[in-house]
């Protein structure tokens, strides 16, 4: 091996990263080098063996590689996948701050098996990679920690981490067996470890292979130190006086598109005067745009991005009203080991204001669909000391004044980023190329993100083609023109459009579902009882169903063609 400067570069030959940690999950890898395909691999006799012992600036501690310590871990293998860096070689080495760059031996390379059907682009890398051993064509790089640290009480061995690494192991690279080989492969394991999840005693929320993965660690228990883990609730209380991890964040979105100049210009405007020491205390952003143009599914998009490797606690509360605010902070409250009993707000809301004060770790709070720019500053910290970590993303449908200077706004997508979503999201059997009907679909919904997902939805549900979908549009667009009011005035027509084509479709396969609908249209849409959907579908089940209403009398001359005229 030998150490490189992250510039080096040599002509005719391709940069190929070992991605042996949480680089062999597709999206995290995605982060940084998009639409990169990936082949798995395997690596033995290179003096490394994979270990936890980075400690990332985010505080945990993440995979790294480090020297063999015996002639066990010298024939130690290291399971992983190789990718191509391209022209994101810079930015891969930016992203791995803190590690040095390393040559792997081309004679060290097992290329493994396909996992699954290989598009065009993944077969090249396996036939550029199989082509090593007779000329070098390509370089392959490693990295491996400048200043390794094991795992302790103040950097443990994060659940979040974990998960994004066996998970890419599992479904993005060679399933149950590559995943079982990474655990036992790795060295290093320690009792200290966090459940940093948010909502963590009710995994099955927000880690949907959590028995999967449980099930992998328990089975290498006396390896991992599984049964022995220090997460318990005193030991994450403890930790977490000073708040980390990542709460309350929707989960990642598979179907986002887009949208990277308006995610580059969020992390500039709230990271570059920090960086460059222009900016002290807390540094607020807004992401301003209409209803259903994709302003929630941005700041969860950047949220999954930065976490980690840049926000070590971010803290997401939904900002309709003041009333959802103190419900979150409460809920944060208990999640965190606060006692909250016979406790006011206000009371709450200083003990985790001070927390936050007091936090030793970059971090973020979303302010999601914010109604009152007034009521933000009851939820921050006041004063300065530690604040240069602060951060605040606000998601509004209107500009505030006093941040105008500060402030991202949305559009909807461009044609082709509606054709991507609609690729993405409605499957194959949409046939969007044929007659052009993913095009003249995407200009017919105004390119709205949430009308081309509702549409999509539909698609890939009731496998409808395009063409098929924009036939039943035009019949929906007709009926709508007949009701004397709108359906709403919080989203474009385009929305109503594709939602009643949803509820007619939902009418028809459970009539008894549509109206369990039409109540809980009364409710708030969060965090909606189950005890209350339950008692609906009793109530409603006994009572026979309302005679439909009359059908309406069209205006003279009613008519509205959408925009492309379908």
Excluded at 4 to 23: A, C, K, P, R, W
Excluded at 170 to 195: I, K, N, Y
Excluded at 318 to 333: G, K, N, Q, T, V
Excluded at 398 to 426: G, I, N, T
Aim: aromatic share 8%; glycine share 6%.
């Amino acid at each position: 091996f030998f150490f490189v400067d992250s510039t080096y570069m040599e002509d005719n030959v391709q940069h190929v990263i070992f991605g042996f940690g949480s680089l062999v999950n597709k999206r995290s890898r995605e982060t940084t080098a998009k639409s990169s395909p990936a082949v798995g691999i395997r690596v033995k006799s290179i003096g490394y063996v994979r270990s936890w012992n980075f400690r990332s600036p985010t505080g945990f501690t993440a995979l790294g590689l480090r020297p063999c310590a015996n002639e066990v871990e010298e024939c130690a293998t290291i399971n992983g996948v190789a990718f191509l860096a391209g022209e994101d070689l810079a930015s891969l080495d930016d992203r791995e701050a803190g590690y040095d760059r390393i040559l792997v031996p081309a004679s060290s390379v097992t290329v493994l098996p396909a996992f699954r059907d290989e598009s065009n682009a993944e077969q090249a890398l396996r036939s550029l990679l199989l082509s090593l051993q007779e000329k070098t064509t390509w370089q392959l790089w490693a990295y491996v920690p400048t200043h390794p640290h094991l795992a302790d009480a103040d950097h443990p061995i994060c659940q979040s981490y974990l998960d994004t690494v066996l998970e890419g192991c599992l479904f993005h690279c060679g399933g149950d067996e590559f995943a079982d080989e990474l655990v036992r492969t790795t060295a290093d394991w320690s009792r200290f470890f966090l459940d940093d999840t948010p909502l963590s005693r009710r995994p099955w929320l927000n880690r949907p292979h959590y028995k999967m993965i449980d099930g992998l660690l328990e089975a290498h228990t006396t390896h991992t130190l599984f049964a022995h883990r220090k997460h318990a609730e005193e030991y994450a209380t403890a930790y977490l006086q000073f708040i980390r991890g990542m709460w309350g964040v929707p989960n990642r979105n598979p179907h986002f598109v887009g949208r990277e100049a308006e995610l580059t210009k969020v992390a500039d405007q709230l990271l570059g005067d920090r960086q460059s020491g222009a900016h002290q205390g807390i540094i607020q952003l807004e992401a301003v745009g209409i209803g259903g143009v994709g302003k929630t599914q941005l700041a969860t998009e950047f949220c999954h991005r930065m976490y980690g490797h840049v926000f070590a606690l971010i803290l997401w509360l939904r900002a309709e009203s003041p009333d959802l605010i103190a419900e979150d902070f409460r809920r944060l409250a208990v999640d965190v080991g606060i006692d909250v009993i016979d406790r006011t707000s206000e009371a709450i809301n200083h003990d985790i204001k001070s927390r936050l004060y007091n936090a030793k770790c970059q971090w973020l709070v979303v302010f999601d669909n914010l109604e009152s720019a007034a009521v933000v500053q009851d939820y921050l910290p006041q004063g300065h000391g530690d604040m240069s970590r602060g951060h605040v993303l606000i998601t509004c449908r209107r500009a505030f004044l006093d941040w105008r200077d500060r402030s991202v706004s949305l559009d909807c997508f461009d044609p082709w980023e509606s054709l991507q979503l609609l690729r993405k999201a409605a499957g194959d059997s949409a046939d969007l190329d044929r007659d052009d009907a993913g095009p003249r679909l995407a200009l017919r919904l105004g390119h709205l993100p949430l009308a081309l997902a509702m549409a999509a939805n539909y698609m890939r549900q009731c496998d409808v083609s395009c063409q098929e979908y924009i036939d039943l549009l035009n019949d929906t667009n007709q009926r709508l023109l007949l009701h004397a009011r709108p359906l709403g005035h919080s989203y474009p027509l385009t929305v109503q459009y594709s939602l009643c084509l949803t509820l007619d479709r939902i009418e028809v396969a459970n009539p008894l579902a549509r109206r369990v609908l039409s109540c809980l249209a009364f409710v708030a849409p969060d965090t909606i009882p189950k005890d209350l959907v339950r008692h609906l579908v009793g109530a409603l089940a006994e009572r026979p169903a309302p005679p439909p209403p009359p059908p309406p009398t069209a205006c003279p001359g009613a008519g509205l063609q959408g925009p492309a005229g379908a």
